[in-house]
């Protein structure tokens, strides 16, 4: 049987489209495998957000050609396909860089892979179009699901944040309807998934056609997702402070599937920097979105993006992103160098931040962080969670899974509490995961 090894760099959204790579690749007879030595076709699902990300994607099409030449040689024939934003962004310039690569295809033709792929066997392609027809649309069942899985809702933004390239390498907004997200969530539950996390680079501008064609938001299409039987808990991300609603507040409030948890990057806590970075919002008003999230969920976890040393910054504006930081206190957050992204208005600024301030800035911005998330995993110690049991954990006897607030939590249980929500007291907090207890029914909070 034909093999196919996909990997994926990035976001969820990456995440996801690899996963729906996999299925269509499946639908072609190609088996998953995570040897790659072993693979008829190796997909690199790549990431542009940063330049590492996309630097990284040229040192493995090196160690892949090689990997081609030596199959070659014992008479198999490897396709290397690369695919997400690096795809779209560099387009045919990939080729030109590594001449081992068959296939260039973006984010919105991947269903097209199987007559890429046969085309490729003439001469290398590249498909970078955004094309007219809908590749949800055109994809196979989904298969290979766990009891968490990722549903796109949203893809492209319309922000133009002066770093970012998400507006270019994923377009402009575009929102499935809520029909199409009812339907594929149905089979995921019907499939056994207990958990879906609505995605989207933007995904609390969704605005889907609801039934009537009138646009629907995010709030609504949380509460429909909700009535699904068998889902027993949704999330979303990932956030924008703009575009968060009284609607989606009260839903937070009002729908008890909807975890109590909430990715909401503010980048930094500096109203020069904000502006700069034409994010459209202030550190204070961050502030006071995150008080009356609170005001309805006191219980609810945080997290977040930030980026140290875009162009301009100055100590007193990092200075802010720390007491911001600490005003807000997150359950753990990602944060970044920022790094000159080709086309986008910041990386041509002449006042750009000198690499070490921002190995200081960001090692300093980092211990505050850690050190929140320490204090919030110690402080879950000794109390009992809901947890979705998720899959075998890292020892014999041991399964894996999630608290509402996202953490992760091991512990001693049977493989049959797989897909099921189990009450579980955390005993111990560990450097990446909790460790815990099954309790009976009757002690769980
Ligand atoms: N440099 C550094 N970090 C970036 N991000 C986006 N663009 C850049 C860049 N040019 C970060 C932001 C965003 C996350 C996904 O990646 O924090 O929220
Ligand atoms: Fe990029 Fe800003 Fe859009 Fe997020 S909101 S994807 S950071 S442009």
Known sequence: MKKAYVKSYGCQMNAYDAARMADVLGAEGYAPTDSVADADVVVLNTCHIREKAAEKVYSEL?????????????????????????AQAEGAEIQARQPAVDVVVGPQSYHRLPDLLARSRERRVVDTEFPVEDKFDHLPRRRTLGPAAFLTVQEGC????????????????????????????EKLAQGGVREVTLIGQNVNAYHGAGADGAPVGLADLVRAVSKIP??????????????????????????????????????????????????????DQYRRLIDRVRAVRPDIALSSDFIVGFPGEADADFADTLRLVRDVGFESAFSFKYSPRPGTPAADRGDQ?????????????????????????RAAQGRVFDVLVE??????????????????????????????VVPVRITEAGTNSLFGELVSEAAAA
């Open 62 to 86: 090196g160690r892949l050609r090689v990997l081609k030449t030596e199959r070659r040689a014992r008479g198999l024939d490897t396709r290397i396909v690369v695919a997400g934003c690096v």
């Open 158 to 185: 319309d922000k133009f944040c002066a770093f970012c390239v998400v507006p270019y390498t994923r377009g402009a907004e575009v929102s499935r309807s809520v029909l199409a997200v009812l339907a594929e969530a």
């Open 230 to 283: 068998g889902i027993a808990r949704i999330r979303y991300t990932t956030s924008h402070p703009n575009d968060f609603d009284d609607a989606l507040i009260r839903a937070h409030a009002e729908v008890p599937a909807l975890m109590p948890y909430l990715h909401l990057p503010v980048q930094s806590g500096s109203d020069r920097i904000l502006a700069a970075m034409n994010r459209k919002h202030t550190g």
């Open 353 to 377: 931040v000198p690499e070490p301030v921002m190995a200081a800035r960001l090692a300093e911005l980092q211990t505050l962080l850690d050190g929140q998330r320490h204090a919030y995993q």
């Open 391 to 420: 899959k075998p954990g890292r020892h014999p006897g041991q399964v894996a899974g999630k608290t509402p607030h996202l953490l992760a939590v091991q512990f001693d249980a049977a493989p049959h509490h797989i897909g099921t």
